[in-house]
């Protein structure tokens, strides 16, 4: 195990195994099952509640495997245990739909995308954020006709309409039972199968079955309790492992007067587990419930040592804790192993930190999560840059924690919104821009001045509002000149005058706009930014095509040419997209053509979802341009369905919507009505794997 958490699954091991090597277990729940897709016949929310570790995860899990045959528009699973900030409820409700967050009122956006479709909406977790929770889903049932929400919570979200059904534990052994009605009980179902990953062989026989039955009693049937116990047959037999939970369980728990009895056993199981680790592992436990996004053991090594425990020790103590189920979901993720705790193991952990430790960590936690926002920085022209993106798409969960433990100390927000601001690029790509642009406005609202740090701030703020069409950009690109001329710091002159050079080409002055982004660039080739010089130039290519396309293309072959000597794939693609806009409003279709069929290539193995439409877009244009007019229908179909996914459309895109619409006429007046309606439908049919193989066909 050790050298797994270290060095990643050796060779030969099987996918299966490499992928998670601790997957929950689902056993039984046929009577809730049943019942819960019988309620979804009537009721258009339904709520699963009951105690933490009872399965309601799970359960609404596996009934969101079962039922997707019933929604045209399938099923989408919204996980919120990671989540601590109401604000960003709505992005990721977005996010699992695979809407874009580039709106600034994203629930009226969600109730468009959702107005029409037959889906189940799956809110995992809502109780951390239950009012929050209660509101959204009031507003989505009331905007839409077909939406239908399951979800799980401790208690019941309170909305108009809801049906509640409380999760029972699983039915557990009578005493009298025989051997056969024993080992057919779910629980005990439920303890022979965690326990055979433990112990393999292991059955439940005539020699044990009675202490098993015992044992199920005594943890109530709750799930989460049983596999914690079952670890314990590593060291030590099922008849002592019932006697150790009698007398453990005879000891009330540190509950307060009148807690169900399920809770109860739940929290002295807790308590049980967390007194048969050693106390390094006690420590590690409660330092890595901070990480909601789970770890790897660059991160454990990095954050969690100190105050008795030494970095040495780490990958030890976290093989232990593997080995007790403390920690599960090891899953591989590039060269390493990801380790994750349940939500009411990890809610424990934290209960349990010490408040000194407490504070130690959080300094070490910022300062590990400043350096790595630097380090997987997605605008560095770099090889590494979609290697970044799947990281911080892991990480994003931990540097929302960091966020926030930014922001609840004034003498820490300035690392907050240094932070944020360096993930503005990872924010608009991953098309988080509301989620971005929250974290920038509260670092802005308690970091006031006329530090580099606010400066900054003010910067990436402005970029995102450009993207979002927001008139706040203009007040954010007039603040950040302001403070950068008071500060005269070549950096953020140079960042001023880039964001000033946007604003102007923004508002149609390509000429004005241009002078001032060849400005920015001659002062960012001065420091020796070879990365800002990459972002200006694509700035200066997107958003100069259709005003002077001869310029856009000379900035576009600039970037890509950079990028090649560079190895920056990411923003090569970029550069691309912007050369052959340039060459469509040039007249060179062939050219175009071709580099929006390799662009497409990369984005969709990329599965950048705002780059896609944008490319089978264009394709539809050039197949119109050559006279495949229903070819050209369908690939707008296509493209139709994945800008309703990013919440965009081509006529908000200054350097699109000419084109979009010249495009669609052309084609309805060559096919007419009834047989562009009919090829349009065809390509909103496609799957976006199937519609980018489409578009990459040979025509």
């Given at each position: 195990m050790?050298?797994?958490?270290?060095?990643?699954?050796?060779?030969?091991?099987?996918?299966?195994?490499?992928?998670?090597?601790?997957?929950?277990?689902?056993?039984?729940?046929?009577?809730?099952?049943?019942?819960?897709?019988?309620?979804?016949?009537?009721?258009?929310?339904?709520?699963?509640?009951?105690?933490?570790?009872?399965?309601?995860?799970?359960?609404?899990r596996r009934v969101s495997e079962i039922v997707p045959q019933r929604y045209r528009d399938g099923v989408r699973l919204v996980e919120l245990a990671t989540i601590d900030d109401e604000d960003l409820l709505a992005p990721a409700v977005a996010a699992s739909l695979g809407i874009r967050d580039t709106t600034p009122d994203l629930v009226a956006l969600l109730i468009e995308h959702l107005a029409d479709k037959q889906l189940l909406l799956v809110l995992d977790n809502c109780e951390h954020l239950r009012g929050a929770c209660a509101r959204l889903v009031h507003r989505l049932l009331r905007g839409t006709s077909r939406l239908q929400i399951l979800a799980t919570s401790r208690q019941s979200l309170g909305v108009y309409g809801e049906q509640v059904l409380p999760v029972p534990s699983l039915p557990i052994p009578q005493p009298g039972d025989s051997t056969r009605d024993i080992a057919r009980s779910d629980a005990v179902r439920l303890f022979a199968k965690r326990a055979?990953?433990?112990?393999?062989?292991?059955?439940?026989?005539?020699?044990?079955?009675?202490?098993?039955?015992?044992?199920?009693?005594?943890?109530?049937?709750?799930?989460?309790?049983?596999?914690?116990?079952?670890?314990?047959l590593r060291t030590t037999s099922v008849e002592d492992l019932v006697n150790e939970l009698d007398e453990r369980l005879e000891v009330p728990a540190e509950v307060g007067p009148g807690t169900p009895a399920r809770h109860q056993t739940l929290r002295a199981t807790m308590e049980w587990s967390f007194g048969l680790c050693s106390s390094g592992e006690r420590r590690l436990w409660e330092r890595l419930s901070m990480f909601p996004g789970g770890v790897d053991m660059e991160t454990a090594e990095a954050v969690c040592p100190g105050q008795g425990l030494a970095r040495e020790d780490v990958l030890d103590l976290m093989a232990g804790l593997v080995d007790k189920s403390i920690l599960c979901g090891a899953e591989q993720h590039g060269t390493g192993i990801r380790c994750s705790m349940l939500e009411t193991v990890r809610a424990y952990g934290r209960e349990r930190l010490p408040a000194g430790d407490a504070e130690a960590l959080r300094r070490r936690y910022i300062d590990h999560y400043r350096r790595l926002a630097e380090r997987l920085r997605v605008d560095q022209v770099d090889p590494g840059q979609i290697d970044n993106l799947r990281t911080l798409k892991l990480e994003l969960p931990n540097v929302r924690v960091a966020l926030d433990l930014c922001f609840?100390?004034?003498?820490?927000?300035?690392?907050?919104?240094?932070?944020?601001?360096?993930?503005?690029?990872?924010?608009?790509?991953?098309?988080?821009?509301?989620?971005?642009?929250?974290?920038?406005?509260?670092?802005?609202?308690?970091?006031p001045g006329s530090g580099?740090?606010?400066?900054?701030?003010?910067?990436?703020?402005?970029?995102?509002?450009?993207?979002?069409?927001?008139p706040a950009a203009a007040a954010d690109t007039r603040e950040c000149s302001a403070l950068a001329r008071q500060l005269k710091d070549d950096a953020a002159l140079a960042f001023a005058v880039q964001l000033s050079g946007v604003s102007a080409l923004s508002e149609g002055d390509a000429e004005g706009g241009l002078a001032l982004l060849e400005e920015a660039l001659t002062r960012h080739?001065?420091?020796?930014?070879?990365?800002?010089?990459?972002?200006?130039?694509?700035?200066?290519?997107?958003?100069?095509?259709?005003?002077?396309?001869e310029r856009a293309a000379a900035y576009g072959e600039d970037l890509v040419r950079l990028c090649e000597e560079r190895n920056a794939s990411l923003f090569r693609a970029y550069g691309l997209f912007a050369v052959a806009m340039a060459c469509w409003e040039q007249g060179d279709c062939r050219r175009t053509e071709a580099s929006m069929r390799e662009v497409a290539a990369f984005w969709s193995a990329a599965d950048d979802r705002w780059g896609l439409p944008q490319c089978l877009e264009v394709l539809a244009w050039t197949a119109g341009a050559r006279g495949r007019h229903e070819r050209a229908a369908r690939l707008l179909g296509a493209a139709h369905?994945?800008?309703?996914?990013?919440?965009?459309?081509?006529?908000?895109?200054?350097?699109?919507?000419?084109?979009?619409?010249?495009?669609?006429?052309?084609?309805?007046?060559a096919l007419g009505a009834r047989a562009y309606t009919a090829a349009f439908r065809d390509g909103k049919r496609l799957r976006p794997s199937r519609a980018v193989a489409y578009a990459l066909e040979e025509s």
């Amino acid at each position: 195990m050790k050298d797994t958490l270290r060095n990643g699954p050796a060779a030969e091991q099987p996918v299966a195994d490499r992928q998670q090597t601790d997957a929950p277990v689902f056993i039984g729940r046929r009577h809730e099952i049943s019942l819960v897709r019988r309620i979804l016949t009537k009721t258009r929310l339904l709520t699963l509640t009951g105690a933490g570790g009872v399965g309601k995860t799970r359960l609404a899990r596996r009934v969101s495997e079962i039922v997707p045959q019933r929604y045209r528009d399938g099923v989408r699973l919204v996980e919120l245990a990671t989540i601590d900030d109401e604000d960003l409820l709505a992005p990721a409700v977005a996010a699992s739909l695979g809407i874009r967050d580039t709106t600034p009122d994203l629930v009226a956006l969600l109730i468009e995308h959702l107005a029409d479709k037959q889906l189940l909406l799956v809110l995992d977790n809502c109780e951390h954020l239950r009012g929050a929770c209660a509101r959204l889903v009031h507003r989505l049932l009331r905007g839409t006709s077909r939406l239908q929400i399951l979800a799980t919570s401790r208690q019941s979200l309170g909305v108009y309409g809801e049906q509640v059904l409380p999760v029972p534990s699983l039915p557990i052994p009578q005493p009298g039972d025989s051997t056969r009605d024993i080992a057919r009980s779910d629980a005990v179902r439920l303890f022979a199968k965690r326990a055979a990953t433990i112990r393999p062989g292991f059955l439940v026989d005539a020699a044990n079955a009675q202490a098993v039955a015992r044992l199920a009693r005594r943890l109530d049937g709750i799930p989460l309790a049983i596999e914690l116990a079952a670890v314990r047959l590593r060291t030590t037999s099922v008849e002592d492992l019932v006697n150790e939970l009698d007398e453990r369980l005879e000891v009330p728990a540190e509950v307060g007067p009148g807690t169900p009895a399920r809770h109860q056993t739940l929290r002295a199981t807790m308590e049980w587990s967390f007194g048969l680790c050693s106390s390094g592992e006690r420590r590690l436990w409660e330092r890595l419930s901070m990480f909601p996004g789970g770890v790897d053991m660059e991160t454990a090594e990095a954050v969690c040592p100190g105050q008795g425990l030494a970095r040495e020790d780490v990958l030890d103590l976290m093989a232990g804790l593997v080995d007790k189920s403390i920690l599960c979901g090891a899953e591989q993720h590039g060269t390493g192993i990801r380790c994750s705790m349940l939500e009411t193991v990890r809610a424990y952990g934290r209960e349990r930190l010490p408040a000194g430790d407490a504070e130690a960590l959080r300094r070490r936690y910022i300062d590990h999560y400043r350096r790595l926002a630097e380090r997987l920085r997605v605008d560095q022209v770099d090889p590494g840059q979609i290697d970044n993106l799947r990281t911080l798409k892991l990480e994003l969960p931990n540097v929302r924690v960091a966020l926030d433990l930014c922001f609840g100390r004034p003498d820490d927000a300035p690392a907050g919104l240094e932070i944020a601001s360096v993930l503005w690029a990872n924010w608009l790509v991953a098309g988080a821009l509301n989620e971005g642009r929250h974290w920038l406005r509260r670092g802005l609202t308690l970091v006031p001045g006329s530090g580099l740090a606010r400066v900054m701030g003010l910067w990436a703020d402005g970029v995102l509002a450009h993207y979002q069409g927001d008139p706040a950009a203009a007040a954010d690109t007039r603040e950040c000149s302001a403070l950068a001329r008071q500060l005269k710091d070549d950096a953020a002159l140079a960042f001023a005058v880039q964001l000033s050079g946007v604003s102007a080409l923004s508002e149609g002055d390509a000429e004005g706009g241009l002078a001032l982004l060849e400005e920015a660039l001659t002062r960012h080739w001065a420091r020796g930014d070879v990365h800002a010089v990459g972002v200006t130039l694509y700035m200066a290519a997107l958003f100069s095509a259709t005003m002077s396309p001869e310029r856009a293309a000379a900035y576009g072959e600039d970037l890509v040419r950079l990028c090649e000597e560079r190895n920056a794939s990411l923003f090569r693609a970029y550069g691309l997209f912007a050369v052959a806009m340039a060459c469509w409003e040039q007249g060179d279709c062939r050219r175009t053509e071709a580099s929006m069929r390799e662009v497409a290539a990369f984005w969709s193995a990329a599965d950048d979802r705002w780059g896609l439409p944008q490319c089978l877009e264009v394709l539809a244009w050039t197949a119109g341009a050559r006279g495949r007019h229903e070819r050209a229908a369908r690939l707008l179909g296509a493209a139709h369905l994945l800008w309703e996914a990013a919440a965009s459309s081509p006529l908000q895109l200054r350097f699109q919507a000419r084109s979009h619409l010249e495009c669609a006429e052309q084609a309805r007046r060559a096919l007419g009505a009834r047989a562009y309606t009919a090829a349009f439908r065809d390509g909103k049919r496609l799957r976006p794997s199937r519609a980018v193989a489409y578009a990459l066909e040979e025509s």
